[in-house]
């Protein structure tokens, strides 16, 4: 299979500090990790592209020195919110695709999601 | 651009019942579509997905067809379980770095 998982699954934290979320895929290497924010009863919204070796591509509107992302490896990207603040609470999923990919038919490999809740 | 429309939920059906989500498309060039399933608190998984028009995807009694003359992309299920309550989200792909997701659509089975 294609396992993804995601440290914490859980998280509450004071507001003002910051919190790391890692994704690892387990057994395949991801070239490409994507960092997605979901609200309570809606989509996903797509934060940032994030590809090994390289600077996260962000989308629009999504602060890059707030939501700090780094793919150091095939198998490890990591999400910090620094400075968090209440608005930042969230169910953060990251996904990644497998290296030897890159045609339409890929579908990506989702992680389980880490709920973050900031007081 | 690319999107993705779903119909609004909750979709509520009792067990047993006949299930339609629909999904439509708007793509430049030839999308991959995909189904995807959200359990309360989890992540997402694949349902299915289909690449090329008038192929089926199926899995776990849910099937969806690829319509290319109509842009869309439906969920069925003949018989839907209380098991099967969950978020669908349809997707669509067109290569490069990023899937497209519509807005989910919630669904309860009612015992």
């Known amino acids: 299979g294609a396992v993804v998982s995601q440290h914490p699954s859980w998280v509450i934290c004071k507001s003002g500090t910051s919190v790391k979320i890692e994704c690892r895929s387990l057994?395949?290497?991801?070239?490409?990790m994507f960092w997605y924010r979901q609200f309570p009863k809606q989509s996903l919204m797509l934060m940032a592209t994030s590809n090994e070796g390289s600077k996260a591509t962000y989308e629009q509107g999504v602060e890059k020195d707030k939501f700090l992302i780094n793919h150091a490896s095939l198998t490890l990207s990591t999400l910090t919110v620094t400075s968090a603040h209440p608005e930042d609470s969230s169910f953060y999923i990251c996904s990644a695709r497998k290296a030897t990919s890159g045609g339409k038919g890929d579908e990506q490999y989702f992680g389980p999601g880490t709920r973050l809740t900031v007081t | 651009g690319n999107s993705v429309t779903q119909m609004e939920g909750p979709v509520t059906l009792s067990e047993e019942a006949f299930l339609t989500i629909n999904c439509t498309y708007t793509?430049?060039?030839?999308?991959?579509l995909f189904w995807y399933v959200q359990y309360p608190g989890e992540g997402l998984q694949l349902l299915l997905k289909?690449?090329?028009?008038?192929d089926k995807g199926s899995n776990k009694g849910f099937e969806a067809t690829y319509r290319k003359e109509t842009t869309s992309f439906h969920l069925e299920k003949g018989s839907v379980q209380v098991s099967d309550s969950a978020v669908y989200f349809c997707?669509?792909?067109?290569?490069?770095?990023?899937?497209?997701f519509g807005a989910g659509t919630r669904l309860f089975v009612k015992a």
């Open positions: 057994d395949f290497q991801a070239t490409t």
């Open positions: 289909a690449t090329k028009a008038d």
């Open positions: 793509a430049t060039g030839y999308p991959s």
């Open positions: 997707a669509l792909h067109t290569g490069g770095f990023k899937t497209i």
